[in-house]
Structures are given as C-alpha cells and as structure tokens.
C-alpha cells in the first residue's frame, strides 16, 4: 500500500486557546477511503482543513507537525496553495452551490485554472458529472441555475466540481448530513466507484456511516488519535476501551 | 400611523406638480435664462446638475467601492480599521454646509482649483462617500460566507474569489447605494454654493476648471435673489430637480427588486 499522505505530530490550536489537535500522526492510503470519525469537537474537520490549507481562512495559533503529501511539506509556508488546493478537493457538509448554472459551477475551478477551451470543458462537465452519478439526472438542463436542483443533487454536484479539477485526493466533511438516506445512498455508491480512482478521507455524520464506508478508520476523541486501524479491524476488534465504548454507542 | 407620514410626501409631490407643470416646456429645458432669469428656460442648470453628478460618481464611486471591499474582506480587526469605521459613520453626519466649506479651504483655494465643476465634484464626493461605502460593506458582507470557502477551496485567489462572486452578487446592492448617494449629491446646494456653483452664466461651462450653474443652487437664487421672480419658473424648476432625483430613486428600487427576486441564495 502506497501512503499517499503521511501526517507527523500535528498539534493545532485556534487564536481563542482551543486546542483542535494533539501530537496527531497518520499515514492515509492510495486510492481507499479513509473515514476520520468521532463526537464532535474531536478536530477531524480542522485536520481535513489542513491537508487543502483552508485553514489559512481561520485564525490559527500555533501549529507543529509536518503533512506530507506524495512526500513534500504542505504546511511549509512555501507551498503553492492554489496547486495544492487543485490537486486536494473538497466537499462540505451543506451543499453550497455558487449562485450559477449547474455548468458554470462545474467549470469554475477550470477557468480559474486558465482552461478555456470550450471542448475541454464540455469534456469536464460531462466526466464529472458521470462520476459523481449526477449525469443522467441534469444532463439536459447544464444551464439552469444550479439552486434549483435537491439538497442531494447539490451535493452530488458539488462532488463533481471538486472533481472537475482532476484532484487526487479528496476530502468529504459530513458530505450526506442533510440528506435523506436515499440520497445518501448514492454519495456513498459514488465513493466505492471513486476510490478505484483517488484518495479519499471522509468525515462520516455517523458512525453506522463510518462502518459501511471504512477501508480504513480513525477515531478522534477531543484532538487525539485514539486508535487507527483498518477499517474491518476496527469496527468489530477495537484495541482500544474508548474506541469501543464509541462505536457500541455507550458515549458519543 | 404608517399611512400618515406617506401623506406629506404625496401631498409635496402633487402641489410641485400641479404647480409647475404649466411651467415646463421644450423651450423651458433647453433655453438659457432671461431678462434677469424672469423668463426663458434652465438649460444651464440641468446640464450642470448632470455634469457635477457625474464628476461626483468619478471620484467617489470607484473609491467608495475599493474602501468598501478593503473594510469588508481584507481589513481585520485593529484598532487603525476601528478608527475607519467611526470616521465613516460620523462623515455621514456631518453638515453638509461644512462639506462646503471644507471644498472651500481644500480644493479652492489650497489645492487652486478654483470655484470650479471639478472642486464641487470633489466636495460632494466627500459628502457622498459615506453612503456608498457603508451600503457597498453592507452588502459585500451580505453574500454568505460558504461561497468564499468553496471559491477559495476551488483553486481560486482571495481577489478571484471577490471579483468573481462576491462583487457579482453584491453588486445590486452596491449600485443601490451609489444611485441613493448620487442622488442626494445632484439634490444639495450647500456643498457647491462656495465650491463650483454660479449665479449665473451666459453659456455652459466648457472644462472642469469652469464654474457652472445647477438646478438646486438656482432654485434659491430665484426663489430669494431675484425680485419680481415668476413663481411658475420656480416651481417648474422645483419640478425638474424632483424629476431628476426621484428618477434616480426609481431605478435604484428597480435594481433592488429586480435582483431580489433572481437571487440564488
């Protein structure tokens, strides 16, 4: 197994003194899905928002530790945001469609990207949106407002567009946390056909999410890597008391 | 109670139309003054209104903007921001009398521009900016956050991120308040009284550096310079002015509705 991302003793803390990580290591696989799980407060989100730095947006205290991805330092104030945030998508856990057309939000990234043959992007709209099984459903009205569209085909969509780019990795913050399971069902359909493709790391809204989803998981409690292990592994022989107290649902 | 303050607007709408619809004319809007302004028409002073409000939108909207999208997406909370702030709040209530004799002091005679089209276009700029700058932050800060983290996320830069979606969507609401600004800039008199404003001119001004003639400073110099003054020339004129600010009104309530009910958010 190829570690597409190597994390080493990241401890985090937000300006106002909360600490969000503690001495955090890990390292992710190539082209599984990687599920971060855990009650809230426990820092996966702020982990996610490193790995594409949108915690630059966020006042950040003090931070120490090292991301490797494909072995070079994303956290060294050198790199180049723009191309690492290209290369690592991201969905959030309400769909937020920009005020669009459904094809505008797909092409956004690439335009910004300097891409502007219109062939290309026609190319881009499509390979998306098959991906991400929103296709068939909007492949004939590209150019309505996307806000018109479900809450699950606004997700989907905004799976697609973090697609559209062509990243490697991508992370899921709560992706299905609004939707209905019907919806929800077809996000976590998408991912098993991705993970054949990327990288993926997703924070699950549940941990009966976490079960169906995990290659491998993590579990975080209050900023600390409680156990990491592979998914199957985890989730029916925990190592660790609190992982299991977690996952039996006696605290959470 | 509510209907009662509409009645004194309606009730002022309709006696400055009734009265000085008689007045206007072809001849009225596009003839110089007369035998000592007691006959003839305002060309002078419509054209004047026209350029001073457009000297002032050259100054003060592309400033006003930049300020608003500087306070709203750049600026953090320091003490020199909060100090930007108070200033903003407390220019806007200011008299506008001591606008103009600040114009008076800075544009001039320090700066020796005159009594001139480009110093009243100044002074009102500074009289105007509070409105468009405070509008503009207002709605800068409107359009949800979420679309500058996606944006942001997408591969785009922070000024991307601004001139692609935010300055879009803000963007109603920007002219709203640059059209209300405008409009209270062409209605005043006080600003250009010592900065740009004539009593009278044989001709329209011919650059910047000429002073002009404007449809409020008129109103009072033949409302209460002018003996024997015809009272429909003065309610015509009164009209025009009303006219011209309460057009402006209508399409800043156009804009506002119309991106109202296309919004996506």
Redesign the interface.
Known sequence: MVDKIVIENLSLQYSDGTESLRDVSLNVHEKAVTVLFGPAGGGKSTLLRCL?R?ND?TEVRASAGRILIDGENVLDPKTDV??L??KV??V?A?P?V???SIRENLT??LE??GETRRSKLDEAVERSLKLAALWDEVKDRLDD???ALSGGQQQRL?LA??LA?QPEIILLDEPTSGLDPISTGKVEAALVELKKEFTIILVPHSVQQAGRTADYAAFFLQGDLVEYNEGKALFTTPKEKRTEDYITGRFG | MAVATVIPIVATVIYIFAQGFPAVSLEFLSDFPHDGMRAGGILPAIIGTLYLTIGTAIFSVPLGIAAAIYLSEYAVDTPLTRTIRIAIINLAGIPSVVYGLFGLGLFVLFLKFGTSILAASLTLSIMTLPVIISTAEESLRAV?Q????????????RW?TIR??VL??ALPGILTGVILGLERAAGETAPILFTGAAFFLPRLPGSPFDATMALPYHLFVISTQVPEMPIQIQYGTALVLLVFVLTMNLIATVIRSRARAG???
């Open positions: 594409n949108l947006l723009i191309a945030r290209r998508g991201m959030f309400r937020v920009l005020p669009m956004y990234g910004l990207a407002p996307a806000i905004c567009r973090s780019l | 949800p979420a679309f500058r983290t996606v944006s942001i996320s997408l591969g785009a830069t991307q692609r979606i879009k969507e919004r996506q958010w």
